[in-house]
């Protein structure tokens, strides 16, 4: 069974930085691409980043220069470090192993002005 386990979200004022973690369980994590979610309230969840099995990445535009997607094999996690926030950041974030359907519970980052 796939679990994923977010962390590291909070509050922070605009300009500040989070670094977020997903630890997944339940599947071979080296061969999986993974990737970071959002979602804003009464907004739909929407792509941040995604790192291939090859650590290649993509980012959405909106977080190009400022987020960081990276994994550790070693430790079954996906970091997303996110510099620069901005209150349009504040969301949901949630990690997914992107040959699965299954979803973490998600950890909340709140950015204020």
């Known amino acids: 069974q796939v679990q994923l386990v977010e962390s590291g979200g909070g509050v922070v004022q605009a300009g500040g930085s989070l670094r977020l973690s997903c630890a997944a369980s339940?599947?071979?994590?080296?061969?999986?691409?993974m990737g970071w979610y959002r979602q804003a309230p009464g907004k739909q969840r929407e792509l941040v980043a995604k790192?291939?099995?090859?650590?290649?990445?993509n980012y959405a535009d909106s977080v190009k220069g400022r987020f960081t997607i990276s994994r550790d094999n070693a430790k079954n996690t996906v970091y997303l470090q996110m510099n620069s926030l901005k209150p349009e950041d504040t969301a949901v974030y949630y990690c997914?192993?992107?040959?699965?359907?299954?979803w973490g519970q998600g950890t909340q980052v709140t950015v204020s002005s």
């Open positions: 790192i291939t099995s090859g650590g290649s990445t």
């Open positions: 997914k192993a992107d040959l699965w359907a299954s």
């Open positions: 339940g599947i071979i994590f080296s061969v999986n691409p």
